[in-house]
């Protein structure tokens, strides 16, 4: 049996992948008993709720997870919408992920966000429409003024769970009290992991509530072969496309990378990929990068790497978008060689 425990191990795509792509995936994934597929978008990429509704219509009973959904680019009342009509068309199986991530905000120039109350006013909004309730809203970054606002369509169900993405302490204390779950972004290391559980714990502490009563999940860019080399060098392309765009250094100083070294890193890929040359200069990026930030090699490794995970109190990793040299094969991988050693239902093979 397992010696180290998770809620569930769930499959993630990101939205640079085609939407037929992320669909061969999904039908992959349940075929061979994931529970959840998570699905990320990057801002003017392909659309989260499109990939959603193809993933909906092409598979039967995985969960899908929208992780995560701006406020800031779509209003709440929007998201609601989107979700009811989401599980009228696929089965009540949809977890709703709400996080106000900064490129987006800054990609679309908006003046004086104020992302932990705009999150907040969505969750109560989402939440109280996806329950079937007539609202009106007033709040200071969103509104609901026509009396009585309610979904016009017959949902699937009430309760939709709801899930923040977040690694802000500040957002921590606000999402953990009223919050399903709570979704850590990628290159979020175990060290950082443990300390932002830490957080969790502290924010609960005066409430009714207890870290049992949410699930802790984690983007973890993941890869695996039975060529450890292999499974490290397929990982680099999603690691070195975060690195290009996220300014966030204090996940490089959980990780022990030196962040002088990775911010010249992030200028080179950059200015590659400004020139046309991005895909020569992933080959560059170091291996101890590639051990930092992921979860990659043989699948004795990548049990070991995420036992790192439990440890630190993430109760549901999931491993994210590259998978393998072979994305169908390795899927089979971590059902057969990975899934077994890691959640508490299943016996090592």
């Known amino acids: 049996m397992s010696d180290a425990i998770f809620d569930g191990l769930d499959i993630g795509l990101y939205s640079v992948s085609s939407t037929e792509d992320n669909c061969a995936v999904a039908i992959k994934a349940e075929a061979r008993g994931f529970r959840r597929l998570w699905l990320a978008e990057a801002h003017l990429s392909r659309d989260i709720f499109v990939q959603a509704a193809a993933v909906a219509g092409a598979t039967k009973e995985i ?37 106000a991530a900064w490129s987006a905000i800054n ?11 705009a999150l907040r006013e969505a969750g109560e909004m989402c939440r109280r429409l996806l329950n079937g309730e007539r609202v009106t809203y007033e709040g200071e970054i969103f509104r609901l003024p026509k009396s009585d606002a309610q979904l016009t369509f017959p949902l699937a169900r009430h309760g939709v769970p709801l899930y923040f993405g977040t690694m802000g302490p500040r957002t921590l204390n606000m999402a953990a009290p009223i919050a399903d779950g709570l979704l850590f972004s990628v290159f979020c290391s175990p ?11 502290q924010a609960l502490a005066p409430t009714d509530r207890s870290i049992d009563d949410l699930d802790i999940a984690c983007y973890i860019i993941f890869s695996v072969d039975q060529d450890g080399d292999a499974a490290r060098r397929a990982a680099k392309w999603v690691i070195a496309s975060y690195v290009m765009r996220l300014r966030d250094t204090i996940r ?51 049990v070991a790497g995420l036992k790192a995970y439990a440890a630190a109190g993430i109760k549901t990793p999931v491993l ?16 057969d060689f990975v899934r077994p050693y890691l959640l508490a239902d299943q016996d090592g093979p």
């Open 191 to 201: 060290a950082y992991a443990q300390d932002l559980v830490g957080t969790i714990a």
């Open 320 to 335: 994210y978008h590259t998978l393998g040299p072979d994305r169908a094969k390795a899927i089979d991988t971590i059902a």
């Open 252 to 302: 490089y100083e959980y990780a022990g990378l030196d962040v002088a070294r990775m911010e010249a890193l992030q200028g080179e890929l950059r200015a590659a990929f400004e020139e046309g040359r991005f895909d020569v200069a992933v080959d560059d990026v170091p291996d101890d990068v590639v051990r930092a930030l992921a979860v990659a090699g043989t699948p004795e490794e990548c």
């Open 107 to 117: 990609a679309i120039g908006l003046d004086k966000p104020r992302p932990i109350r």
């Open 63 to 99: 969960e899908i997870g929208l992780g995560i959904v701006n406020p800031y680019t779509r209003h709440p009342s929007q998201i609601a919408m989107a979700v009811a009509d989401l599980e009228e068309w696929g089965g009540a199986r949809v977890v709703l992920g709400l996080g």
